[in-house]
T-cell receptor
Framework: DADVTQTPRNRITKTGKRIMLECSQT?????MYWYRQDPGLGLRLIYY???????NKGEISDGYSVSRQAQAKFSLSLESAIPNQTALYFC??????????????FGPGTRLTVL | GDSVTQMEGPVTLSEEAFLTINCTYT??????LFWYVQYPGEGLQLLLK?????DKGSNKGFEATYRKETTSFHLEKGSVQVSDSAVYFC???????????FGQGTRLTINP
């Protein structure tokens, strides 16, 4: 079984709809991240969480919100989806121990299309 | 702020060719440097890393050396295979903010 799973893997929705992307991990890591990938732009950080009670905005958090329901679960919501949120979304995790926290482990991604 | 710049792709090579993908960075302090690889339809996976100047990271025949004087971390492989076709991302760790900063990615295609 994969260590970091994302659901759904693909989603097509319409402008204005609320969408939730879910991420679960079995690695026992405290830290979790949400990124979006756009062609030619690499990965950009949306939100990150260093533990269940800690949520931080990344560089492109506008239009998104997150919920850390448990150590193993971190959800990303689009309250009112718009077409320029069409992208590939990745969840990632990392350990909190010094020397290990730099290495992130990625899920397989969710391809979201907003029409 | 910190940033990473990679050579633009796509890069197309023949099997057994020598590969170089350039990566330079701008950072305050002394970041760790990474190469991640994304195979078709998959998430990113760590390929190699280096944590201090002059360190060489290596894995699966790929190598990269942390060059502080030129702020570079170029990825090299002596003889590429079709299975190396993927998108490669250079990244640095912003130790102060404890986050990764990624380059834009370089798509590599290897033809048999």
């Amino acid at each position: 079984d994969a260590d970091v799973t994302q659901t759904p893997r693909n989603r097509i929705t319409k402008t204005g709809k609320r969408i939730m992307l879910e991420c679960s991990q079995t690695k026992g890591h405290d830290r979790m991240y949400w990124y979006r990938q756009d062609p030619g732009l690499g990965l950009r950080l949306i939100y990150y969480s260093f533990d269940v009670k800690d949520i931080n905005k990344g560089e492109i958090s506008d239009g998104y919100s997150v919920s850390r329901q448990a150590q193993a679960k971190f959800s990303l919501s689009l309250e009112s989806a718009i077409p320029n949120q069409t992208a590939l979304y990745f969840c990632a995790t990392s350990d909190s121990l010094a020397g290990a926290r730099d290495t992130q482990y990625f899920g397989p991604g969710t391809r979201l299309t907003v029409l | 702020g910190d940033s990473v710049t990679q050579m633009e792709g796509p890069v197309t090579l023949s099997e057994e060719a020598f590969l170089t993908i350039n990566c330079t960075y701008t950072a305050t302090g002394y970041p760790s440097l990474f190469w991640y690889v994304q195979y078709p339809g998959e998430g990113l996976q760590l390929l190699l890393k280096a944590t201090k100047a002059d360190d060489k990271g290596s894995n699966k025949g790929f190598e990269a050396t942390y060059r502080k004087e030129t702020t570079s971390f170029h990825l090299e492989k002596g003889s590429v295979q079709v299975s190396d076709s993927a998108v490669y991302f250079c990244a640095l760790s912003d130790r102060r903010a404890q986050k990764l900063v990624f380059g834009q990615g370089t798509r590599l295609t290897i033809n048999p």
